[in-house]
């Protein structure tokens, strides 16, 4: 099994989405610097998880979730998710 996962930074707010098999380790990482991108945003917490069967698939939902519409659908699903205190899987 494979994650998709979605950070917010907690310093300005921007979001990262990558892949994974172990989502919190590669948190961790990202917290640790070791990620050029993500070493100037720290500290970053995980809002979206979402698992899929084997990286092709994980690859294709990663490039649906940074694209304009993915990101539209990400807003609400969190919008709609804080109503209920929840976060997706």
């Given at each position: 099994m494979v994650?998709?996962?979605v950070l917010e930074s907690e310093k300005d707010g921007r979001w990262y989405t990558g892949m994974a098999i172990h989502a919190t380790s590669r948190l961790h990482?990202?917290?640790s610097g070791?990620?050029?991108f993500t070493?100037?945003?720290l500290p970053w917490k995980i809002i979206y998880l979402e698992n899929c069967a084997d990286w092709k698939a994980v690859r294709i939902r990663e490039k649906y979730l940074k694209s304009a519409a993915g990101k539209r659908w990400l807003v609400k699903m969190l919008n709609?998710?804080?109503n209920t205190g929840s976060l997706p899987d």
């Open positions: 994650v998709i996962y990482e990202h917290n070791k990620n050029r070493k100037s945003h709609s998710n804080e």
